[in-house]
């Protein structure tokens, strides 16, 4: 980072794959609500949400300095829709492939999270976020309990995944004070 650069927020390390269990009292979302089959339009309806915060008049401001903006947050959320739509797809694929491991925090310092354009991340949020909705709507039956691995050992099914990453989407609306009403 240069001395133009913000700070960097703490790293993440936290391991969150107990929200596939139980509610997330910080935002509030349920997994139970959001099974396998529901994951592609509880994806829809966060791309508009998205686009939204990407509108507002706030987008670059960082509430404290070691925390994302609004702008930040979106484009990790289009980097989640592109990460998971690329781990659906192995798991779909492959038989019980072990995913490459992910930093994202080093990814927001690299892709400059902070220097985006918030019309040009719309559109990406948009389409990522359609892409991977498309893929979920398209998975076959049978296919829901294909499993996959993160190299940390945490196994998931195609439907946990997806059940995981919308409980993504929808706790970094809650960091920036929007919601998003699922189907």
Same mark, same amino acid.
């Given at each position: 980072?240069?001395?133009?650069?913000?700070?960097?927020?703490?790293?993440?390390?936290?391991?969150?794959?107990?929200?596939?269990?139980?509610?997330?009292?910080?935002?509030?979302?349920?997994?139970?609500?959001?099974?396998? #089959?529901? $994951?592609?339009?509880?994806?829809? %309806?966060?791309?508009?949400?998205?686009? @939204?915060? !990407?509108?507002? +008049?706030?987008?670059?401001?960082?509430?404290?300095?070691?925390?994302?903006?609004?702008?930040?947050?979106?484009?990790?959320?289009?980097?989640?829709?592109?990460?998971?739509?690329?781990?659906?797809?192995?798991?779909?694929?492959?038989?019980?492939?072990?995913?490459?491991?992910?930093?994202?925090?080093?990814?927001?310092?690299?892709?400059?999270?902070?220097?985006?354009? #918030?019309? $040009?991340?719309?559109?990406?949020? %948009?389409?990522?976020?359609?892409?991977? @909705?498309? !893929?979920?709507? +398209?998975?076959?039956?049978?296919?829901?309990?294909?499993?996959?691995?993160?190299?940390?050992?945490?196994?998931?099914?195609?439907?946990?995944?997806?059940?995981?990453?919308?409980?993504?989407?929808?706790?970094?609306?809650?960091?920036?004070?929007?919601?998003?009403?699922?189907?």
């Amino acid at each position: 980072m240069t001395a133009d650069d913000p700070i960097a927020p703490p790293a993440d390390d936290k391991d969150w794959t107990w929200t596939l269990d139980r509610p997330c009292p910080e935002c509030g979302f349920d997994p139970s609500a959001v099974p396998g #089959p529901a $994951v592609a339009e509880a994806i829809r %309806a966060s791309v508009p949400a998205w686009q @939204a915060v !990407l509108g507002r +008049a706030d987008v670059r401001h960082r509430p404290a300095p070691d925390v994302w903006s609004p702008l930040e947050y979106a484009a990790h959320v289009r980097d989640v829709y592109v990460l998971f739509a690329e781990r659906a797809a192995l798991m779909l694929t492959q038989d019980d492939p072990i995913f490459d491991n992910w930093d994202q925090d080093a990814t927001a310092l690299a892709a400059r999270y902070w220097e985006a354009d #918030p019309v $040009v991340l719309s559109g990406q949020v %948009a389409a990522a976020g359609v892409r991977l @909705a498309d !893929l979920y709507a +398209a998975v076959p039956e049978e296919h829901w309990h294909r499993a996959g691995r993160r190299s940390n050992g945490s196994t998931f099914t195609v439907a946990t995944l997806g059940t995981y990453c919308v409980h993504d989407v929808v706790h970094h609306l809650h960091d920036v004070g929007a919601r998003v009403q699922l189907p």
